[in-house]
């Protein structure tokens, strides 16, 4: 069965960086979309960014130049880069694989990310 398993949060102060992981198994990894979404207190999950099987990208205003998502399909594996992070980032990041036909989507268990002094 399909298991995704993010890792690399944790607190950072204003400023600094993170880069998240997030290991899947269980299903063919090359031809889904990777995503990496987020859901801060009381608010909405949304897309933070999002990575194609041809590799093309994709990113939510609110994140555009600092944070970069990459996927190794050698390694099953997608990483998010994220730098001069904010007080507003923080909140819990969820790794998501999706495919059109027929529509599928995964979901990781969450890691979160605290931004503060």
């Known amino acids: 069965q399909a298991q995704l398993v993010e890792s690399g949060g944790g607190l950072v102060q204003p400023g600094g960086s993170l880069r998240l992981s997030c290991a899947a198994s269980?299903?063919?990894?090359?031809?889904?979309?990777m995503g990496w979404y987020r859901q801060a207190p009381g608010k909405q999950r949304y897309l933070v960014a999002s990575i194609a099987r041809g590799g093309s990208t994709n990113y939510a205003d609110s994140v555009k130049g600092r944070f970069t998502i990459s996927r190794d399909n050698a390694k099953n594996t997608v990483y998010l880069q994220m730098n001069s992070l904010k007080p507003e980032d923080t909140a819990i990041y969820y790794c998501n694989a999706a495919r059109s036909f027929p529509p599928t989507n995964y979901w990781g268990q969450g890691t979160q990310v605290t931004v503060s002094s």
């Open positions: 269980g299903y063919i990894f090359s031809i889904y979309t």
